[in-house]
């Protein structure tokens, strides 16, 4: 599980760092989708995860006329980075950026909240 969000922990990594591998298992566990426990919480996941693998609008990508911002992590098995740079290709003006990170690059990057933070600044101002 921990190697499909981020490559370089694949099991060599976690079976040099032990206690590393039970704490990220355990935060991976936790964030797992906070609605699970609630009434409805299983079957909700059960009909995201059916209506995502329904969903496929990459031919329409060229028709988007708005500022976009296209990030993923160099590690992620996830959002492979070829599929990220591949999304990128179908926007139109879109800005790729890719960081230092799996699947959650937004805590393992600190760059990756300024980039986002400053796109949404220049592109989202009132």
């Given at each position: 599980m921990?190697?499909?969000?981020?490559?370089?922990?694949?099991?060599t990594w976690q079976a040099e760092h032990p206690e590393e591998t039970e704490r990220?298992?355990?935060?991976?566990?936790?964030?797992?989708?906070?609605?699970?426990?609630?009434?409805?919480?299983?079957a909700g996941l059960t009909r995201q995860i059916e209506a995502r693998s329904h969903h496929d609008c990459f031919a329409r990508l060229p028709s988007l006329r708005i500022p976009a911002l296209v990030c993923g992590g160099e590690y992620d098995r996830q959002a492979r980075p070829e599929v990220v740079r591949s999304l990128h290709a179908q926007i139109p003006a879109a800005e790729l950026r890719m960081f230092a990170g799996g699947h959650g690059f937004l805590g393992q990057d600190p760059q990756a909240y300024e980039v986002i933070t400053a796109f949404l600044q220049r592109h989202c101002s009132t």
């Open positions: 921990l190697a499909i969000g981020d490559d370089r922990c694949n099991e990220l298992l355990k935060e991976a566990a936790a964030g797992a989708s906070p609605f699970l426990s609630e009434p409805g919480g299983i």
